[in-house]
């Protein structure tokens, strides 16, 4: 359906620093709507290269890699209205929740929480707001808006602090493993060398650590928090 079907603008989504798109994309008698995110609405920035898309490509096959299902079907699309861009799938669900309510109001959320908490680490997220947790209709959480991840320096910025220094779990460890030694071509394939040989040293410390990243500093955090 995203990868095939005719993509028909509906209406910007507000308060995005890059122009969003809400989107129904269509493939026969079968419709479903998704958030389209075009090169040509990137705002300049300094310390990343236009073609944030990819970076929320390379995400969701992170995600896949590891089996982990936490960010929503994204592919690249370069016949959509405004030009190349992601499409990602949308995620029906309260939008009066976020990863602070979530957190604070049930606590069979923090496994897949804190798991969001590791992706981030690992995919070096600068911008995971609270607003950026979703809980579906289905109570699945999902991660979303990755624009921003996978630089060669350091530069995570996250509002998930509360399971810093926590164990993570051996099975986590195991899916994580793999990476050190390769990254899957598709994945590498959107980044570039430096970020990518980053990304493997991110998850050689987890390895040699088995811990929730740590922030000593108190000002890892993006802003707004939410």
């Known amino acids: 359906m995203l990868g095939e079907g005719r993509v028909e603008l509906l209406a910007r989504i507000p308060r995005s620093s890059n122009a969003t798109f809400l989107v129904r994309v269509t493939c026969g008698g079968d419709s479903s709507h998704a958030v389209y995110k075009p090169e040509s609405g990137e705002r300049p920035l300094s310390d990343f ?36 861009g992601s499409l990602q799938w949308f995620v029906p669900c309260d939008y009066s929740e976020h990863y602070f309510t979530l957190y604070e109001d049930d606590p069979e959320t923090h496994a897949a929480l804190s798991r969001i908490a590791l992706f981030d680490y690992v995919a070096n997220n600068t911008d995971r707001k609270s607003g950026h947790v979703l809980r579906g209709h289905d109570g699945r959480i999902w991660g979303i808006d990755h624009g921003l991840c996978f630089a060669a320096d350091f530069k995570l910025r996250t509002v998930i602090w509360d399971f810093a220094g926590q164990a993570v779990p051996d099975a986590l460890l195991e899916d994580l493993a793999p990476l050190v030694v390769d990254v899957p071509a598709n994945l590498a394939d959107l980044l570039d060398a430096a970020e990518v040989r980053a990304l493997r040293r991110r998850v050689q410390r987890v390895l040699d650590t088995g811990v929730l990243p740590v922030d000593p500093t108190g000002m890892r955090y993006p802003w707004p928090l939410v």
């Open 49 to 84: 290269e236009p073609g944030l898309y990819r970076r929320e490509r390379a995400a969701y096959l992170l995600s896949e890699y590891l089996r982990w299902g936490l960010v929503p079907p994204t592919l690249i699309r370069d016949d959509s209205p405004l030009g190349v």
